[in-house]
């Protein structure tokens, strides 16, 4: 049984675990570090490890979207080794396990930890919550899939001025659903071929109930899904350039009045300079990209398009 905290430890949690939310919601990797050292400092003599694990999934999940997966992987599995099975905080280290093996390729190995995930009945009891999860876990299993298929660790390069002309001519001439429909044209069979892989494994360890519920692994690659998938997945890494209060971009949105944001290419060059970070080359798709959130304006975007976190899964 853990020793209660003490009032002086209650007051550095009050302090430190509200600026690790703040740090992790700017992706800023080392202030988050540092932060989860000191927190550590604080619950480990009294071996209050599932708080503790609970800040550093944090840390972790933020590490696979840096993709430091190498640093997230060793954290996780050293996670899950000093928590009761059967908990909610064991069903989201495994979650994240999969996932970063997702996002490093490695799909045999995370089909292992895909499974125990959603054959578990125990953590979420109500049927209703546990299906929900299902299906918002499995959603992010596809976008690592994506995420992953349509990045490189080489060095790339997107052409700005063809982008920026794309997504004009996108924008002046298609609607939502067929800019969706040609992201998912313009992803290679390598996408489809392992969503369809994983979205099938993922689907057959549900009842059958559940999974006659949700869509059938051939609907989830028709073009149109692909390219939602697609778009969904880029959130993760476009979405603190574009939605931060504070950045520069955020603020010409409200300031400067939509014709002088589109003129100046901010969502573009945003866009563009995130997906080369993560390796994403492929041309077309940075420009439906591009079109889509211009289409829908930073506001909108910003608020349908907020990452979830795998711990805040269950809470929405």
């Known amino acids: 049984m853990n020793v209660p905290l003490t009032d002086k430890q209650k007051e550095r949690l009050h302090i430190l675990e509200p600026k690790l939310n703040q740090a992790i919601q700017e992706q800023d990797f080392s202030t988050a570090k540092n932060l989860v050292v000191d927190i550590q400092k604080q619950l480990r003599p009294t071996k209050h490890f599932v708080r503790l694990v609970q800040s550093k999934n944090k840390l972790y999940e933020l590490s696979i979207e840096l993709n430091k997966c190498d640093f997230a992987l ?4 050293s996670n899950q ?21 997702l996002r490093m390729r490695d799909v045999e190995k995370a089909k292992n930890y895909i499974q125990e995930v959603l054959r578990n009945h125990t953590v979420i009891k109500t049927q209703r919550t546990r299906e929900a999860f299902h299906t918002e876990i499995i959603n992010r299993f596809n976008e690592e899939v994506a995420l992953a298929t349509l990045t490189s660790t080489q060095s790339v390069h997107l052409d700005e001025d063809e982008v920026e002309r794309e997504s004009i ?11 969706f429909s040609q992201i998912g044209q313009s992803s290679p069979s390598s996408t489809k071929s392992l969503l369809f892989l994983v979205y099938d494994y993922s689907t057959k360890q549900l009842p059958s109930a559940e ?39 955020y603020k010409a949105w409200f300031n400067n009045g939509v014709h002088i944001f589109l003129s100046k290419g901010y969502i573009k060059s945003a866009v563009v300079s995130c997906l080369v970070n993560i390796g994403f080359s492929v041309s077309m798709i940075a420009a439906s990209i ?27």
């Open 74 to 77: 060793n954290g996780l599995l």
């Open 290 to 316: 591009v079109a889509l959130i211009t289409k829908f304006g930073i506001e909108v975007y910003c608020t349908k398009y907020k990452p979830i976190y795998v711990s805040d899964i269950r809470k929405k």
């Open 211 to 249: 999974r006659l519920a949700l869509p059938s692994p051939d609907q989830k690659v028709k073009d149109k899904e692909v390219g939602l998938t697609v778009f969904e997945s880029i959130k993760r890494v476009v979405y603190n350039s574009l939605c931060n209060p504070e950045s520069e971009i």
């Open 81 to 101: 080794k000093v928590i009761r099975k059967n908990t909610r905080i064991h069903l989201e280290t495994t979650s994240l396990i999969a996932i970063c093996y």
């Open 169 to 179: 001519r996108i924008i002046q001439t298609m609607t939502d659903d067929e800019i």
